[in-house]
C-alpha cells in the first residue's frame, strides 16, 4: 500500500513540476506554401530573431503543419488550422513573444507568425513523433531496437513501434542539414503511465529537437 501510495505521490509531482517547467507555445501562420523540408530553414529564422535559442538544448521546434498541393507534391498549403509549435522551457517564455507578429523567411518563402497560445503538456498513454533520428541507425529493425534500449535508459515503460504506411513499409523520413539529408522513422510509443508520459514529452527520443525531430505529442 506504501509503495501505491508513493507511485502516485511521485507521479504527481511530476506531472506538477513538467506542468510549471515545460509547455508548447502554438503560433498561428499565414502565408501561401512552404516545403515540406522546411525544419532547417525555420530554425535558421526563428534563431535569428531569438539567439539564446543557439544555447538551449530543451528547445523543440516542430514542423508547420499544412495540406499537399499535391498528391507527390513537395510543397505544404498554408491554412487556417497551420501553427508552428515550440516547445521549451517556460523559463524561455519572455524570449518567444519575440517571434510575435514577426515575418520568416522560409528559403524563397515567407510566412508571418501571430501571437502565441501556451499549451501545457499532459500525459497520454500513446505517444507519436512524426520523425525520429538516431546516429548510426537508418535501418527500419534495427532503428526500433535502438530506440526501445533509448527508452530503457530513460526507465520508461512503454513499447516502441515504427510507423508504416498503408503498404506496410516502414514510414521512413528524411530532414535536410544544408546539403546532407538525416534518414528517420515515424514512431509510436504505446502503454505509458501518466509519469512516463510526460518524460518522454520531454526527454524525447535522439537528437535534432530544434529541426522538428524525436519530438512527441498525443
Known amino acids: 500500500m506504501t509503495i501505491f501510495l508513493d507511485r502516485i505521490s511521485e507521479e504527481r509531482d511530476c506531472y506538477r513540476s513538467c506542468s510549471e517547467e515545460f509547455g508548447d507555445y502554438l503560433f498561428p501562420v499565414e502565408g501561401q506554401s512552404i516545403g515540406v523540408d522546411h525544419a532547417h530553414p525555420l530554425y535558421g529564422g526563428i534563431s535569428q530573431i531569438i539567439p539564446e535559442f543557439h544555447e538551449s ?19 505544404l498549403n498554408i491554412d487556417v488550422d497551420s501553427v508552428l509549435k515550440i516547445r521549451l522551457p517556460l523559463d524561455l517564455s519572455r524570449s ?5 507578429g514577426k515575418t520568416l523567411q522560409i528559403h524563397q518563402d515567407k510566412i508571418y507568425l501571430g501571437i502565441p497560445e501556451l499549451e501545457l503538456i499532459v500525459p497520454s498513454q500513446n505517444l ?18 535502438a530506440a526501445q534500449n533509448h527508452l530503457d535508459r530513460l526507465e520508461i515503460v512503454g513499447k516502441v513501434r515504427v510507423l508504416t504506411r498503408s503498404d506496410g513499409q ?34 524525447g527520443i535522439g537528437g535534432r529537437r530544434k529541426l522538428g525531430c524525436g519530438l512527441f505529442a498525443p
Open 57 to 75: 538544448n530543451s528547445i523543440g521546434i516542430f514542423g508547420i503543419n499544412g495540406k499537399l498541393s499535391g498528391a507527390y507534391s513537395k510543397r
Open 96 to 100: 518567444i513573444y519575440k517571434l510575435a
Open 128 to 145: 507519436e513523433a512524426r520523425i525520429v533520428t538516431i546516429k548510426g541507425f537508418q535501418d527500419a529493425s534495427s532503428f526500433e531496437t
Open 170 to 203: 516502414p514510414r521512413c523520413r528524411t530532414v535536410k542539414i544544408h546539403k546532407k539529408k538525416v534518414v528517420g522513422f515515424g514512431v509510436r510509443v504505446e502503454g505509458l503511465s501518466n509519469r512516463d508520459s510526460l518524460i518522454l514529452q520531454h526527454q
